[in-house]
């Protein structure tokens, strides 16, 4: 008996202290979850999450997958701050589909979940999405890619330097959206490859880096050698894929560089000429966006509006170049160096 | 050899014991085959060279006059390069019934040793090359003294430290890649293996893949004609035995890995050669790409069988049907597709060659 009473008195003072934890520490706690460490614009995310959350009083806990694809990862986060009390998180989610049923788990708890960079499969899975709209991104360097090419872009021959064979959401956003943009029938938006117009040379992988840049662009330099755009799913692709052309002797601007991220390495490449043009996005806006719609929920118990007339919060995304064309707008590499990330 | 010898004993004695007519029929069927499978216990490199000659023989068909032109075979020869320079460090360790999952990350991690202390802290740039040469030699050095001196399984040694170095990337780059155009300012030394040599008919060499094959003649070297390289098969095959030999097996374990992190580390150059830049994003997978090299070309993963020119072919076989599928317009699917299935019958056939000293 005697046992239990110290037991019964050890719970008590347990739960004293941790309610006098609560109640002076009343920080709420909150999430954000990337898709791994090792990329420059999820740490640039993670940066803006925790200035945001300093700034605003709550308490970070941030998570990461191991590597790109890692599902089991974000589940056991999710189920980590589920248990810890969070208030929301904020997630990247590394598989749009796979990690749906983990979300719906946090929601029904009570937690305001908020999807960043990629959309979850349905969208409406989550209560919002914060999101670079990737399609217009890709429109965007495919207009301009038209635009430059004037004439010539009927008989222009496109490499495309895309990320995987699995073609996840970013993906063929992108690549369609700049099919769109340099007027190309995409047939179904949902994938490419299914195209059959005569100037696409064809498609490679890259995993979006260099290595992989490199060796998919000596591939389609050997299936066409007469190539005068290659469109890049990301900057590091792109960097890749100009070595490439640099090893062929076609980096004296007679092939169009066009890509994706607004990186800092990238902006400079387009200010160095090696890229022609890119869409920047703002991973730290976004994050930083989502810290405060999770504040608001915890105190108003409001969830925030998407875009009109888009099931997303749009977060932007804009035209570099130094070669602005009509009719596309656009800023400068140096406009673009004081907004970059990473 | 002293395998071979019993092997023959036992048939013999099978033929003795059995209605001679039906024996004769079973020898004659099982003598043809015996004789392939002795050939390739021999030659372990002859299944990888008859593989990548067919491969280059059906692609010159099937995607035309592209495919068998002298530059694109000297393209895939540079495709190649990282890898094959990755595998000859995995044949290295898997000679000895090991194997070695942190190569990639150990080539990572020195190119970025290498980049980031040339471009960001601004230390020359002969300093920071030999200090990243160091750092794969380091690492190895740990490698080889795990599994050495603590008798820890090199699976799970190596699994260990594929993911520190891989976080050890992840803090000396800060996630940053170091851009090309830096490297060329600050340091061209790193970009030097990226020189290129024409040669008649269109073929560029790289010194990159020129380095690659004096690597790999000087490992051949040492495995086929010093004591050293004999120490590695036989401790490969029953480290036990070599030891009861007189061989210090440890010192050959802590030697290989070692020497593997060191050639990771002259990878780490020619991939800064090959792709300008020193980036942290890239070849994650490249352990496993140098271990698929390694299997294709013949080496035994149960140690002590196969060769460094067996891992060249593995290589080569890889990129000549990776390139060739694409060039027959193939999607890169396909390609990861037959690249497993390549994997599939290479083990199958070292099982069945083994099955000769069994």
Known sequence: MRKWTILKAAVAGLAFYGAMATASYAADIVGLITKTEGNPFFVKMREGAQAKAKELGLTLQTFAGKFDGDNDSQVAAIENLISAGAKGFAIVPSDSSAIVPTIKKARDAGLLVIVLDTPLDPIDAADATFATDNFKAGELIGEWAKGTLGDKASSAKIAFLDLATN??????????????????????????????????????????????????METLLQKCPDVSVMYTINEPAAAG????????????????????????????????????????????????????????????GEKPKPTPGKEFFDTGATLITDKPVNGVESIDSKKGAELCWG | MSDDATGSVSAERGLHGSDQSVASFDEDRGSVLKSIQRFLHEYPTAIPFIVLVIGILIFSVAAGGRFFAPFNLSLVLQQVTIIAFLGI??????????????????????????????????????????????????????????????????????????????AMVIYVSHSETVRAQDIEAAGPLLQWLGHTIRLGGGAVLTYGAIAM?????????????TAF??????????????????????????????????????????????????????????????????????????????????TLFGALIVGVFRNGLALAGVDSLWQEFTVGILIILAVTIDQWIRKISA
């Not at chain 2, 150990?106 to 802290?121: A, E, F, K, Q």
């Not at chain 2, 920071?128 to 820890?152: D, E, P, Q, Y």
């Open chain 2, 213 to 225: 094959i004096l690597t790999a003649l000087i490992i051949w070297y040492v495995l086929n004609r």
């Open chain 2, 229 to 310: 390289g004999r120490h590695v098969y036989a401790t490969g095959d029953d480290d036990e035995a070599a030891r009861l030999a007189g061989i210090n097996t440890r010192g050959v374990f802590i030697a290989v890995y070692t020497l593997a992190g060191f050639i990771c580390a002259v990878a780490a150059w020619a991939l800064i050669g090959r792709i300008g830049a020193a980036s942290p994003l890239g070849n994650q997978t490249a352990n496993l790409d140098a271990i698929t090299a390694v299997v294709i070309g013949g080496t035994s993963l149960f140690g002590g069988r196969g060769s460094i020119v067996g």
């Open chain 2, 89 to 166: 460090a995995q044949t290295l360790v898997i000679l000895t019934a090991g194997i070695d999952l942190s190569v990639g990350a150990m080539m990572v991690l020195s190119s970025i040793v290498m980049g980031r202390l040339t471009v960001t802290y601004g230390v020359p740039v002969e300093l920071s090359f030999v200090l990243g040469l160091l750092t794969g030699l380091v690492c190895g050095l740990i490698n080889g003294v795990l599994v050495a001196v603590i008798k820890l399984p090199p699976f799970i040694v190596t699994l260990g430290t594929w993911s520190v170095y891989g």
């Open chain 1, 167 to 216: 073609q996840p959401t970013v993906d063929y956003l992108r690549d369609q959206g700049f099919m769109k943009g340099f007027g190309i029938d995409i047939k179904d938006p949902k994938k490419y490859g299914d195209e059959d117009d005569a100037r696409i040379c064809g498609h490679e992988m890259t995993g979006g880096a260099e290595d992989g840049g490199r060796t998919a």
């Open chain 1, 241 to 300: 894929g100009y070595q490439a052309l640099k090893a062929a002797g076609k980096d004296d601007g007679s092939v169009l560089v066009v890509s994706i991220d607004g990186g800092c390495p990238g902006v400079k490449n387009v200010a160095a000429g090696v890229i022609g043009a890119t869409s920047q996005q703002y991973p730290l806006k976004m994050a930083a966006m989502a810290m405060e719609a999770i504040e608001k929920f915890a105190k108003t």
